[in-house]
């Protein structure tokens, strides 16, 4: 079992930046590639980035690539996202996932956070 709390969100102007952190608590952290979620008002839930429990491989969405960069660090049981260039369509709810990856794809499974809110203005 893996349990996820997300922090970090916050409300930035366009241009900007923030980090989000996720931490695990359960002793199979870095057994699990892990990965960022985001849901916007009136759309459904898309995947941002993930990272294998390595840290060795990462992918991304074509939308943040170049802009946002996901790290993990199974020491402290956390996962970081990076965000920088922030825009206006990057307001969504941020959640932190506990997946798995086969032949490249992130594929989540039913661990969740509670989720944490970006807002950027424009």
């Known amino acids: 079992q893996v349990q996820l709390v997300e922090s970090g969100g916050g409300l930035v102007q366009a241009g900007g930046s923030l980090r989000l952190s996720c931490v695990a608590s359960?002793?199979?952290?870095?057994?699990?590639?892990m990965g960022w979620f985001r849901q916007a008002p009136g759309k459904e839930r898309e995947f941002v980035a993930g990272?294998?429990?390595?840290?060795?491989?990462?992918s991304y969405a074509d939308s943040v690539k170049g802009r946002f960069t996901i790290s993990r660090d199974n020491a402290k049981n956390a996962m970081y996202l990076q965000m920088n260039s922030l825009k206006p369509e990057d307001t969504a709810v941020y959640y932190c996932?506990?997946?798995?990856?086969?032949?490249?794809?992130?594929?989540?499974?039913?661990?969740w956070g509670q989720g944490t809110q970006v807002t950027v203005s424009s």
């Open positions: 996932n506990a997946g798995v990856y086969s032949s490249g794809n992130y594929y989540p499974q039913d661990y």
């Open positions: 359960g002793r199979t952290f870095s057994s699990y590639a």
């Open positions: 990272i294998r429990w390595s840290g060795g491989y990462t």
